[in-house]
Nanobody, 124 residues
């Protein structure tokens, strides 16, 4: 069993930064790819960023490209999402998820473990 616990969410002004953390227990991050999803009110959950098992591959949604950075620290079993130049439209609940695959997939069905989510609110 894998448990994922997110932290680091909060309220920030537009243009500010936040760093989300996702700590995993039950296995090491080096086994599979990891992703950060987000869901805004009234919208479908979407993949914001993902990183491959090796860490050499990353994916970013067009809406966050150039502003968000995903990274992992395998020694700490933690994946991070550094969010810079935040915009009000980044307001959402952010979820960490563990994939069943070693490589990146944008399909939510490929992610079998999920954290409880952390709220990010960006004020204008």
């Amino acid at each position: 069993q894998v448990q994922l616990v997110e932290s680091g969410g909060g309220l920030v002004q537009a243009g500010g930064s936040l760093r989300l953390s996702c700590a995993a227990s039950g296995r090491t991050f080096s086994s599979t790819a990891m992703g950060w999803f987000r869901q805004a009110p009234g919208r479908e959950r979407e993949l914001a960023a993902a990183i491959s098992r090796s860490g050499s591959g990353t994916y970013y949604a067009d809406s966050v490209k150039g502003r968000f950075i995903i990274s992992t620290d395998n020694a700490k079993n933690t994946v991070y999402l550094q969010m810079n130049s935040l915009k009000p439209e980044d307001t959402a609940v952010y979820y960490c998820a563990s994939s069943t695959l070693p490589f990146i997939s944008v399909q939510q069905i490929r992610y079998n473990y999920w954290g409880q989510g952390t709220q990010v609110t960006v004020s204008s």
